[in-house]
């Protein structure tokens, strides 16, 4: 697979992927990371890409020439490009589905910008819109690196082991179940007696309530596209009941108890 950046800073992209795995991929060629430098299609001496932006306002835009010309030149390469996309914080929030799709690809193409973002008319040139999150950074490079690490972990051989990114949060629509090691307590601290067991049934069954009951608490909204079963249906019900039971205010629960007692007495 391969993935080519148009950035401002190829030395932003190519400092990281010259560590770990991502480096390791590249050299057993499982993927290609080719980054281009936008401003040598700036059409000035100084190479100059950017603009005040029509109306006023803060900041500089990038211009959409300078995009369009890059565009240009992607589209002749060899594989030619499967998809281009445009990181953007205005754009689909990445996802592990997302993710998955981009890594059935050939050739995918990321348009990293700066200063304002892209004129607007570069969203017209482009397949899609990528997004991270609701924030916005400095630049798209990070942007586009955590896509290319997120993708490439994915390809064959890219991992040790090939079950990984198939166990992991969002792999199963659920967040991981918790891990344990070394050393069995820790500041009081037990590792769960289910994982010391060896039976592997077991251990699978609580892993799948452990991810379940994690999701239930920290991302719910997972839930409804998680494919659950009616038994772990019927349990997300339980917990919603449970959590739906009105908690009695410690100094409350003393002037029940009291008022119990003195009930249970009976008249003086």
Do not use: C
Not at 66 to 77: F, H, Y
Request: no cysteine; net charge negative; hydrophobic share 40%.
């Amino acid at each position: 697979m391969r993935f080519t950046v148009y950035t401002l800073f190829p030395g932003l992209i190519e400092s990281y992927l010259e560590e770990a795995l991502l480096a390791r991929a590249r050299r057993a060629g499982i993927v290609e990371v080719v980054t281009r430098d936008m401003r040598r299609f700036a059409g000035n001496r100084t190479g100059r890409v950017d603009d005040a932006p029509y109306g006023g306002g803060a900041g500089m835009v990038m211009r959409v020439d300078v995009a369009a010309a890059a565009l240009a030149e992607a589209r002749l390469d060899t594989p030619p490009p499967s998809t281009t996309v445009l990181l953007s914080p205005a754009g689909e929030r990445l996802t592990q589905a997302t993710v998955s799709e981009l890594a059935t690809l050939e050739h995918v193409v990321l348009m990293s910008g700066r200063y304002e973002g892209f004129d607007a008319r570069v969203e017209g040139l482009v397949d899609r819109e990528i997004s991270l999150g609701d924030f916005v950074l400095m630049g798209g490079e990070l942007p586009a690196l955590v896509l290319i690490e997120a993708v490439t972990r994915l390809l064959p051989g890219a991992l040790g082991d090939e079950d990984s990114h198939r166990q992991e949060s969002f792999a199963t629509g659920l967040l991981d179940y918790p891990e344990y090691s070394r050393p069995p307590v820790f500041d009081g601290v037990p590792v769960p007696d289910t994982l010391l067991s060896g039976h592997h049934a077991k251990v699978a069954s609580w892993r799948r309530l452990s991810a379940l009951r994690r999701t239930y608490e920290r991302r719910p909204d997972l839930l409804p596209a998680a494919g659950l079963s009616d038994e772990e249906l019927a349990l997300v019900a339980s917990w919603e009941r449970e959590d739906a039971q009105p908690t009695v205010p410690d100094d409350d629960t003393d002037r029940v108890a009291t008022a119990t007692r003195h009930d249970d007495a009976g008249p003086d």
